[in-house]
């Protein structure tokens, strides 16, 4: 007598399981919708809070160092934290408005315009402008004319752009004072979900902030060693733009090419290393220094990092684009701890064999 083993098969999904589970990914897109419009809609306060929460993660050890071994109370030790990030700000703001005195002084301006004739005057020389029916001098004063126009729109809108940085930053300073007041000190690390999303994030701002700060300075300098103006400022901006990832170290090697190629001191060779070194450098950085450091912090798939980048950038902005790679990670987190999200995370992850995976059924004898 033989006995009849369980053999693995696999069975379509009853009608009933089926219905649900549509059911369920229709409401999960509705979802979506109506939070990501929740998420627009409330930005004013969402965009503060959230970054507040970001920066608490990051200042908790400074808070907690200052606590222990300064002997600080608890109180003091926040002020003291919130002190040295406003002194930040101020220096980033100082440097901010030497920038735009300096392009804006009547010297550089009148030197600029003159580069600006210059340069497009020698473009228009090998268009064939007669050929069109184009008076050559009508051409050069209407590019040159349009080009000033554009600069200084954008150096008109600096200081209400400057303005509403400042009265947001006022707004994450609060935020981030009752965040940091009504944490603990923790003698040991937790764990959970919450210990994760706290430590790479945690990771990833301080890996960040190097890396961009190391990149920043090395561009300022070699800026600086070539007589560009505003050096600094162009190695402030590519230390916030390095946070946003692709996209933010490609743009801070275009904004300085401008003020590179209207230099009058420079040959057409220095020209072109002031303009190549720093891209070489962010190559060098963002492609074989930073994976190495960064490793598994975040856990996204470059794909994934890509598309939040754009929906976040959609939602909240520039300050989006900054938070996109953290807010997916600390998703991606939250997801891979319920059953029924798990796929997500790991589609977020990369792992499509995950996905792919059909659940096995044991045949058994009636």
Not at 93 to 99: D, K, Q, R, T
Not at 237 to 260: A, H, K, M, R, Y
Not at 335 to 355: E, F, Q, S, Y
Request: proline share 6%; hydrophobic share 55%; with cysteine.
């Amino acid at each position: 007598m033989t006995s009849h083993v369980p053999t693995p098969t696999t069975h379509a999904e009853p009608p009933l399981r089926a219905e649900l589970r549509i059911q369920t990914v229709c409401l999960s897109v509705l979802t979506v919708v109506a939070l990501g419009f929740a998420l627009w809609w409330l930005k004013p306060v969402l965009i503060p809070f959230v970054v507040a929460a970001f920066l608490a993660i990051a200042f908790n050890p400074l808070v907690d160092v200052l606590e222990v071994r300064s002997r600080l109370s608890r109180t003091l030790a926040v002020c003291v934290a919130l002190l040295l990030a406003f002194i930040v700000l101020a220096a980033m703001g100082l440097v901010i408005s030497n920038a735009v005195e300096q392009f804006t002084s009547e010297q550089n301006l009148a030197e600029y315009q003159s580069q600006i004739s210059k340069l497009v005057s020698e473009l228009t020389d090998s268009l064939p402008l007669a050929r069109l029916g184009v008076q050559r001098e009508d051409f050069v004063h209407f590019c040159v004319t349009s080009l000033e126009d554009i600069a200084q729109n954008v150096l008109r809108g600096v200081p209400a752009a400057a303005a509403d940085v400042i009265s947001k930053s006022a707004l994450v300073l609060v935020f981030l004072f009752f965040l940091q007041m009504s944490s603990v000190k923790r003698d040991h690390p937790i764990g959970g979900a919450w210990g994760e999303m706290e430590g790479r994030i945690r990771g990833y701002l301080i890996t960040m902030t190097t890396l961009s700060g190391v990149t920043g300075a090395l561009v300022g300098a070699v800026l600086s060693i070539f007589g560009v103006k505003a050096a600094v400022l162009f190695g402030l901006l590519t230390f916030l733009l390095n946070f946003i990832p692709n996209v933010g170290s490609f743009i801070s090697i275009l904004l300085p090419i401008p003020i590179v190629m209207l230099t009058p001191d420079l040959s057409v060779a220095q020209k072109i290393m002031a303009i190549g070194i720093p891209a070489v450098i962010q190559f060098l950085i963002g492609n074989f220094i930073q994976p190495k450091l960064m490793g598994g912090h975040m856990k996204l798939h470059p794909v994934v990092i890509l598309i939040a980048l754009i929906f976040w950038g959609m939602l909240w902005g520039i300050v989006g684009a900054f938070l996109a790679v953290p807010i997916t990670s600390t998703i991606r987190i939250a997801c891979d701890r319920h059953p029924l999200t798990k796929p997500i995370a790991d589609l977020m992850v990369g792992r499509l064999d995950a996905l792919r995976e059909e659940p096995v059924v044991c045949e058994t004898p009636a």
